[in-house]
């Protein structure tokens, strides 16, 4: 039963350093997505990968890059990491193209940047 | 444009009481779903309920039920005789397409529910 499997759980960063949220699914859904939640704001989507091979910017992209490895896995970097970057990470996926596909979430990716 | 409003930011209620959560979306499109996702404290987020837009039935899962109405652009959830492990934040989300007919979902605020003993 592992769903979406994102690692590490927790990490601290020092501002400019940089690090990759991994991300894999084990439902052979076609489409990802990266969002990130902060206080009363719900989540926001940063990226999304429709299918594998495909990588598009969502709501909040800046700072941010993806790689869709493969169908399976979808990774999330920052390059340069920012105080403003702390937030709790989200990796989900779905079947694919119908707006009635449930998005099935991971554990979170709990990041804080000093 | 789309939105998901959940105006009541922390409701705090005594085990058995029912509770209701208030969800209000916008949207132009004429197909769309709607969703329930509870965070419990320990932080993932666990999926409840799927409603489309032209069902307009109300669902009843255990202490659980949904109150979906087009009129007034609510979907409501209660709970009835609310317990401690009730104690989450419960978003609302509104399902959306996408650059090319791909979903997202767009989430509301929260509501962060406290379940006393």
């Known amino acids: 039963n592992a769903g979406v499997t994102q690692t590490p759980k927790f990490q601290v960063l020092k501002t400019g350093q940089s690090m990759t949220l991994q991300c894999a699914q084990d439902?052979?859904?076609?489409?990802m997505y990266w969002y990130r939640q902060d206080p009363g704001m719900g989540l926001r989507l940063i990226y999304y990968?429709?299918?594998?091979?495909?990588?598009d910017k969502g709501e909040v992209p800046n700072g941010y890059n993806v790689s869709r490895l493969n169908k399976r896995e979808f990774s999330l970097r920052l390059e340069s990491a920012a105080p403003s970057q702390t937030s709790v990470y989200f990796c989900?996926?779905?079947?694919?193209?119908?707006?009635?596909?449930?998005?099935?979430f991971g554990e979170g990716s709990w990041l804080t940047v000093v | 444009a789309q939105k998901v409003t959940q105006a009541q930011t922390e409701i705090s209620v005594v085990e058995k009481e029912d509770v209701t959560l208030d969800c209000v979306y916008e949207t132009r499109d004429t197909t769309y779903y709607l969703f329930w996702y509870k965070q419990p404290p320990s932080g993932e987020l666990v999926f409840l309920i799927r409603r489309n837009s032209f069902d307009e039935q109300n669902e009843i899962s255990g202490r659980y039920s949904w109150n979906f109405q087009k009129s007034t652009s609510s979907f409501n959830f209660t709970i009835t005789a609310s317990q401690v492990v009730d104690s989450a934040v419960y978003f609302c989300?509104?399902?959306?397409?996408?650059?090319?007919?791909?979903?997202?979902?767009?989430f509301g605020a929260g509501t962060r529910l406290a379940v006393h003993p």
């Open positions: 439902m052979n859904h076609n489409s």
């Open positions: 990968s429709a299918s594998e091979g495909t990588t």
């Open positions: 989300a509104l399902s959306v397409p996408f650059s090319g007919g791909y979903n997202k979902l767009i």
């Open positions: 989900a996926s779905t079947a694919g193209r119908h707006t009635g596909n449930t998005i099935y």
